[in-house]
């Protein structure tokens, strides 16, 4: 305490004298550490005003590039897509709704397939859900209008007729036109029916569309035949 006390008076005695100069601590002075604990914070708080600055700069401009489609409750594409066959085609056309399975007779898409096609896939769904397995139309029968409407979409995407036949028949030779054709899903129905299929006659008929299945009656027996690399390895597409 006394230490202390004599310590305090040396300093008030400096004072008076005129020297103001503080003590120094590992040969810096007081005064010089808070100029240069002043100088760090105006500095942090000078790169604090900084980023927001550039924060905000950036926010403005992703605001004014992005679309408006981009907000939260904007559709994703494909229910773009489906609003789109809804809104030209309608469900009479063969736009099948998301979830749609081959009990919903309900639905043209799947109600106007061949009566021997459906058949199977009932009892092949039946089956597959015993499994765990459920099994989704993703589409089914589908006027000459959604066909046409398909063909050319695939044409928009792929850059020519010829590579969007490899994806999308002319309605006048395609399966589904004719209720001959069906596209499943998801991915594990594909797969079981790719594995199990031929007991209902059901094959897979593209390599380059696994979920696409057609009936050939005699898989039953003889297993499916193998499938066409895509549509225009098909000698029906050349007819």
């Not at 050319?152 to 007729?161: D, F, L, T």
Request: glycine share 10%; hydrophobic share 40%; charged share 20%.
């Amino acid at each position: 305490m006394l230490r202390a006390d004599a310590y305090r008076r040396h300093i008030e005695n400096r004072i008076r004298a005129g020297n103001t100069t503080l003590p120094t601590l590992g040969g810096v002075t007081h005064r010089q550490a808070a100029r240069t604990t002043t100088r760090r914070i105006r500095i942090r708080r000078l790169r604090v005003a900084v980023l927001l600055i550039v924060s905000a700069a950036i926010a403005a401009a992703l605001g004014h590039q992005l679309p408006a489609s981009s907000s939260p409750t904007a559709a994703s594409p494909s229910e773009v897509r489906r609003g789109e066959h809804r809104g030209a085609l309608g469900k009479a056309g063969g736009a099948v709704p998301d979830g749609a399975t081959v009990f919903d007779d309900e639905i043209p898409g799947v109600a106007n397939l061949d009566s021997d096609l459906l058949g199977a896939l009932r009892q092949a769904a039946a089956d597959a859900a015993d499994d765990g397995v459920g099994i989704v139309v993703d589409s089914g029968w589908r006027s000459p209008e959604y066909q046409e409407h398909l063909l050319q979409e695939a044409v928009s995407k792929y850059g020519s007729e010829a590579e969007a036949a490899r994806w999308v028949a002319a309605p006048n030779r395609s399966a589904h036109v004719s209720g001959d054709a069906v596209d499943i899903g998801p991915f594990d129905a594909t797969a079981w029916l790719s594995a199990h299929g031929a007991e209902y006659g059901l094959c897979q008929i593209y390599g380059n569309e696994p979920w696409h299945f057609e009936l050939r009656p005699e898989a039953g027996d003889h297993g499916c035949p193998p499938p066409y690399a895509d549509p225009t390895h098909d000698p029906r597409m050349q007819q």
